[in-house]
């Protein structure tokens, strides 16, 4: 008789414990050892962030450099093409409506060119400031890149591999940094620039609308508006001599209308393409920079209203969420008011006037010397001893 052999549930339990616990301990095993070699107890998520991001910043430091000029050029190209296709489509039929409107189109478009381009390259060949060599009783820290005294408000710039002061960012689109001598060129040309595509974009709106959604637009290609302006004389039959000192054309044979018949059908098709794609070019990129500038203005006054630049926005919210824990309050020293932060940057001291030296070309330095800083707690005086005010 054969004998089977059933083995106990509880003793396959209590080996499947067994494994359980021998594997658990491997894996904290595993860990600490892990742990051990990456742990760290100052590591906060925002450096583990920052570390994982480095290879894109080490990107941008490396070839920012290299696209500066790129960048310059393309603003540069832009705006012209801009200039050009105002001067030779949008203005000929601007003007011929009103003697007023061709007077404030004058005067006025002429005035916001002449300030974007005095405040653009402005800003970028004006050295936004740096330190000068050796200690200075200024200095608060010592910069980590450099290995140099640092002033309050300088910051290193990695692009430019020097210290800046009263640092804001480095701007590609000017290929310089934006810091304490050229921070009013920036804010400026943004300011100019956002007005200028605002008023390109409203005076290009009747013509773009016409040619976009009119099969057949109303207004001439871009060849003749010289034309409409200007008969062709070799069309008008001779000037008959009724004085010595007295012209006077008795018939013309053909209007403007019949010379722009006359032109050759072939080339009618290509121009009126040509003229289409630069006024919705035209229309369509100063909306464009219209809405980005606009959020870039937005962006850089609730920094200047504060008294604080972009980098410093970012060091006050941790140093106001520190203090905040504590059951204390963060104050920024560097805040005045909206009025008197937004006078300080544009450097409206000593007499100078916005009308003057703001809505004219204006070389006039900024307030102070980038080096020491009034604010609205005390007053560093380095003649004698720290004055508390």
């Known amino acids: 008789m054969r004998r089977v052999f059933f083995k106990c549930p509880h003793r396959c339990l209590c080996q499947c414990r067994r494994l359980r616990t021998r594997l658990k301990l ?55 093409s801009v200039v050009i296709i105002f001067y030779l489509i949008i203005i000929p039929f601007t003007v011929l409506r009103s003697f007023y409107l061709t007077v404030w189109h004058l005067v006025f478009g002429h005035w916001i ?14 050295h ?7 200690m200075l009783p200024e200095v608060v820290s010592m910069c980590k890149k450099c ?21 804001d960012h480095h701007c590609p689109w000017l290929n310089n940094c934006v810091g304490h001598y050229n921070h009013r060129y920036f804010f400026s040309f943004c300011m100019f620039m956002w007005i200028g595509s605002t008023y390109v974009a409203i005076t290009a709106y009747p013509l773009f609308m016409d040619h976009f959604f009119n099969p057949e637009p109303q207004f001439q290609p871009l060849k003749f508006w010289i034309v409409n302006l200007s008969l062709d004389l070799s069309l008008i039959e001779p000037f008959v001599m009724s004085n010595s000192d007295t012209i006077i054309a008795t018939n013309i044979s053909e209007t403007t209308a019949d010379i722009l018949d006359k ?14 794609n630069c006024i919705v070019f035209e229309f369509l990129l100063c909306c464009g920079v219209c809405l980005a500038l606009a959020a870039l203005l937005a962006w850089h006054y609730a920094f200047i209203k504060k ?20 059951g204390k309050v963060f104050r920024n020293p560097y805040q005045f008011g909206t009025r008197e932060n937004v006078r300080i940057l544009l450097g409206l001291d000593q007499g100078r006037s916005f009308w003057r030296h703001i809505l004219l070309p204006s070389m006039h330095k900024p307030s102070g010397d980038g080096l020491t800083w009034r604010t609205s707690t005390y007053q560093l005086d380095y003649s004698d001893n720290p004055k508390i005010l």
């Not at 936004?128 to 050796?134: A, F, R, Y």
């Not at 002033?151 to 990695?158: D, F, M, V």
């Not at 032109?263 to 289409?276: G, V």
Request: aromatic share 12%.
């Open 263 to 276: 032109e050759d059908p072939a080339e009618k098709p290509f121009l009126k393409k040509l003229t289409y």
């Open 113 to 126: 060119l002449i300030m974007i381009v005095f405040n653009y390259f402005m800003g970028v060949l004006t």
């Open 147 to 167: 290995i140099a005294p640092k002033p309050p408000r300088t910051h290193h710039c990695s692009v430019c591999n020097i210290c800046v002061l009263k640092m």
């Open 307 to 326: 008294g604080e630049t972009s980098i410093e926005h970012h060091i006050n919210k941790a140093d106001a969420a520190r203090l905040k824990k504590e």
């Open 128 to 134: 936004p400031g740096k330190p000068p060599k050796g």
């Open 26 to 80: 491997h894996r904290d095993a595993c860990r600490l050892a892990f742990h051990s070699l990456v742990y760290n107890s100052f590591t906060t998520w925002s450096q583990v962030i920052d570390a994982m991001l480095e290879p894109m910043y080490w990107f941008v430091d490396t070839f920012a450099k290299y696209l500066g000029p790129a960048m310059v050029s393309l603003v540069i190209f832009l705006t012209l």
